[in-house]
């Protein structure tokens, strides 16, 4: 026997059933963010590696241990994407889109090369939304007040919101050699990695998982005390919005974001329920990086949401997987009949989950394959139902019920009722 193979570690497939539980969040998800006038784009799984290089940053995880990235054989450097703003950045500019405001937002599998774990995998999927060309405060409240209807519409009540503005290029400059200074004094106490970017990107070590570090950086200065006016007015009035819309937030000034391209606002909502993977969406304002990836300077804020995490925080006990009703059919005349009447079925119930029979057997292998589908109701179509044009329907769920005989009408009628039920 030739040896199975299997998914790569940390690549998962989603299973049939499984996919119904994606569908809900990505259908909320669409929901909400079509809700605030985003549009959806798409693009390539593979770019340039020069593109997440230069707009990720070379010194962080992703472009220094996490990239998937390789030659193909027409001596390309390629790499699959790892999240999806810098893809999201190249698409609008290459086509134009920036010459007036655009709100985005995508979804799908990003790449990256960590070590798995529950919350923490190599293809990952995360929805996001860019919104650029706007430069206020009043989109990033948007964006903020967009994950959280989300969140509502998910049933999600424990995650929290976490806030900071890493102010502009000079208030950083200022804050990063104070900074560099407190980190030196403390130098023994820091990691490889830490040591490492000291010297090539130091507010990267404040975002350091290393719990031997967490002193060192608690003991940091806060970059608030470095916000200039403009700066400070902009967070300001976020969170003055966030307090006016009732959304609750703690202000941690400790947090940076993993990706070196952004400014002012950067935020997290967090969950307790997933221990050190608990960051479920991460955003945050990035006023650089078009111009970084040869565009005209556009403001520009945006959130990727990790649905893998989400997911596992779904309660998933009230959606519905199965379909809505199974036809069985029992002899020669009703087995000739059943094709029509599904079809007829199906155009006369937009949106019918209906299995129909295939393989023909007896009635109590049908009716057993009914029951194991999960279907609400079996739909049973003998040779007399056939030849007066009706259909019969049992319960299967809930207590079961009595079988009845229906015209066509009645059982639209109740096949009707059973999808809205869902
Ligand atoms: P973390 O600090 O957990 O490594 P990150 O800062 O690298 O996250 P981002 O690049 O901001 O994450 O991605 C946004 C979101 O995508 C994260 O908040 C998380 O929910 C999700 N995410 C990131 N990496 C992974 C992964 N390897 N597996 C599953 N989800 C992930
Ligand atoms: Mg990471």
Redesign the pocket.
């Known amino acids: 026997m030739p040896e199975r193979l299997q998914a790569i570690r940390g690549m998962h497939d989603v299973l049939p059933e499984q996919a119904p539980i994606w569908q809900h969040l990505e259908d909320h998800a669409r929901a909400v963010v079509e809700g605030y006038g985003y549009r959806e784009m798409r693009t390539p799984l593979l770019e340039p590696v020069e593109l997440f290089k230069r707009s990720i940053g070379e010194v962080t995880d992703i472009v220094e241990k996490e990239m998937y990235a390789f030659e193909d054989r027409g001596g390309d450097r390629l790499a699959l994407r790892p999240?999806g703003t810098a893809s999201c950045v190249r698409a609008a500019l290459e086509h134009g889109l920036l010459e007036q405001p655009q709100r985005i937002w995508y979804r799908g599998p990003m790449f990256?090369r960590?070590r798995p774990q529950r919350?923490?995998?190599r293809q990952?999927h995360?929805i996001g939304v860019e919104a650029f060309g706007l430069a206020g405060p009043d989109i990033d409240l948007e964006i903020i007040v967009m994950t959280r209807r989300l969140w509502q519409a998910l049933g999600l009540t424990d995650l929290r919101l976490e806030l900071n503005s890493l102010g502009d290029a000079g208030e950083r400059a200022r804050y990063r050699a104070d900074l560099v200074n407190h980190l030196r004094a403390h130098e023994t106490a820091l990691d490889d990695d830490s040591r490492r970017r000291l010297e090539t990107n130091p507010l990267r070590v404040l975002d350091s998982k290393n719990p031997d570090l967490a002193a060192v950086i608690a003991a940091a200065p806060s970059l608030l005390d470095y916000l200039g006016e403009a700066s400070r007015t902009h967070f300001d009035a976020l969170c003055a919005g966030l307090d006016d819309i009732g959304i609750g937030y703690r202000i941690n000034p400790r947090l940076v974001?993993?990706?070196d391209y952004y400014n002012r606002t950067v935020f997290e909502w967090i969950t307790d329920a997933l221990g050190a993977?608990g960051?479920?969406?991460?955003g945050g304002r990035y006023d650089g990086l078009v111009a970084q990836l040869g565009g005209r300077e556009t403001p520009a804020v945006g959130f990727?949401?990790?649905t893998?995490?989400l997911l596992d925080l779904i309660d998933t006990s009230a959606i519905t997987t199965g379909p809505d009703a199974y036809l069985v059919a029992l002899g020669e005349r009703a087995a000739a009949a059943a094709p029509g009447l599904a079809e007829r079925l199906r155009d006369a119930v937009p949106g019918l989950r209906l299995l129909t029979h295939c393989g023909g057997g007896s009635f109590k292998r049908q009716f057993k394959k009914a029951d194991k589908s999960g279907a609400r109701l079996a739909l049973i179509l003998g040779d007399d139902e056939a030849a007066a044009g009706t259909v019969s329907c049992k319960p299967l769920r809930g207590g079961g019920g009595e079988q009845r005989t229906l015209s066509f009408d009645a059982a639209v009628a109740v096949l009707r009722e059973t999808c809205n039920a869902r």
Do not use: D
């Open positions: 999240e990256r960590e919350g923490r995998y990952f995360q974001r993993g990706l993977q960051t479920v969406c991460a990727a949401l990790g893998e995490r």
